[in-house]
């Protein structure tokens, strides 16, 4: 049952998840444009030419009748042929479907790429300084031992897609949340700073942390899907537990809340 | 417009700029349009970051013998084919001269066996090309600095110029001539050498014999091969379409060092 309005998202708040929103589409449409100037993955310090150091590779080879694409992760390798390394008369390893530009220019997708980490990395400041101030990031953000207590709860709770509305997250929203906010997007921004040569300089233990450049180029690529995966049950989650109200709380800030759930603590 | 009315159009929008294929964005790619010189204005925040916080003495990390475990892999040019530099080859280089003019006070002309007989510097760095591939090897060469030295660069100098043998592209007006820039406080960098050897040999054709630039903090393009000239200079307007650099030119970033 229904019950009243309450102001769920602070005007920074706000502000900084549709920042985001654009931030990682740019993000990701122009890094895959980059990914297509050398659509292959490696493990270690450097790419192996004279040796095998790869973890995935997309690519195309010509076939009788055309080029062929394929996907190989780890020697096993699969025919992708329409969706990656050929697209119809396109032959690269991500559609231009999927590209900033949508024609291949590694210098284009660069530029974009970067302006974006930069909007990224200065929201990021922003919203964390706000977060702490308001106290948002310790009572919404903040994963509590009541909240791990309702975990088998909770997880049964959204299989049966039966959703709580209350002023504060369940513990699977935190979870993904701060998964997103202290994991993802840090390991993003630290694999993408391992692979500058300017930033090596400076913080050589970039690369020791992550054992090699191009192993941080493998986890930026990793992590980018984990994001991905995020986003789309981010969505299914939202459809689920009703848009409209979803909608005008990441837009207005105000939700409804159960009946039931008016009483809650703030 | 009511708020239903506004989602639903929001979200009609929001999907349409992601059916389209981004096309609405590939105007981004003309590098006289204002998104583009707006987008790229990022690349002076990185450059002025990485100044600031790398200054000009931290070095690119190093690496050792055992890192070695392929051939340098030959990007870009690789066998330049002007009537000059194969007249230069075929003696074995002994006629090659550096030149180093421009805003110095003692322009200088070079060879081989003087670069050679200068200090020489040692280091196994990683090579990252702005494709994401990257590759170790040992570099042996002049430090750029103690060339400057000898010229005596002017206090209005603010860039190293090189100029290189090879035709990067065939235009309509003829071939067009590598070439790239630095600031100064990369041509003063300790790292920062004119290398003529590589692995331990001579530094081969494919890799940009008889001299190539080494700037460790920065991608491979910026990285000239078959230098012929170093040209101290106050702004860079003066070269190629003015962007600083052949790939600068053709929209890349000119600062390289992510």
Known sequence: MAGSLVYRQTVWMRAA???????????LLSGLGIFNAHPVLYLGKESGFAYDNALLEIGARDGAEGPRGFVRILGHEADTTGWLGVSGEDVQAFPPAVTIPSYYSLATS???????????????????????????????LWVTGADLRALPSDIANHARLRFRHGRRYNVLQKLAYAGVMFLALPLMIATGLTMSPGADAFAPWLLALFHGRQTARTIHFLVMLALVVFFLVHMLMILAAGPLNELRSILTGWYRVDADAEGEAE | MNRRGFLAKGVAGASVLGLSGCKV?????????????????????????????????????????????????????????????????????????????????????????????????????????????????????????LVLDRAGPQAAARFAVF????????????????????????????????????????????NGAPLRLRVERQLGYKMAKYVHTIELAADLKGYGEGHGSYWADRGYDWYAGI
């Not at chain 2, 007006?173 to 100064?184: F, H, N, Q, R, T």
Request: proline letters at 4%.
């Open chain 1, 110 to 140: 660069r530029i974009v790429h970067f302006f974006f980490a930069w909007v990224l990395v200065g929201t990021l400041l922003v919203w964390l300084a706000a977060g702490l101030r308001s106290g948002h990031l310790r009572r919404d």
């Open chain 2, 163 to 206: 100029r290189c043998y090879d035709v990067i592209e065939q235009s309509l007006a003829g071939g067009i001539l590598y070439y790239e820039s630095i600031d100064m406080i990369d041509a003063r960098h300790p790292q920062t050498i004119l290398a003529y050897g590589m692995n331990g040999a001579d530094l081969p054709v494919a």
């Open chain 1, 17 to 27: 998840h549709w920042l985001w929103a654009v931030c990682l589409f740019f993000l």
């Open chain 2, 25 to 145: 964005l590939d105007g981004l790619a003309d590098q006289e349009g204002a998104l583009h010189r707006a987008v790229a204005s990022a690349n002076g925040l990185s450059y002025r970051a990485q100044r600031l916080i790398g200054g000009g003495h931290t070095l690119a990390p190093e690496y050792a013998e055992a890192d070695i475990r392929q051939g340098q892999r030959p990007n870009g040019s690789t066998n330049p084919d002007g009537a000059e530099y194969l007249a230069l080859e075929a003696g074995g280089w002994a006629g090659y001269r550096l030149a180093v003019k421009g805003l110095v006070e003692r322009p200088q002309s070079l060879s081989l066996a003087d670069l050679r007989a200068m200090p020489s510097r040692t280091q196994i760095t990683r090579h990252d090309c702005v494709e994401g591939w990257s590759c170790i090897a040992k570099w042996t060469g002049v430090p750029l600095a």
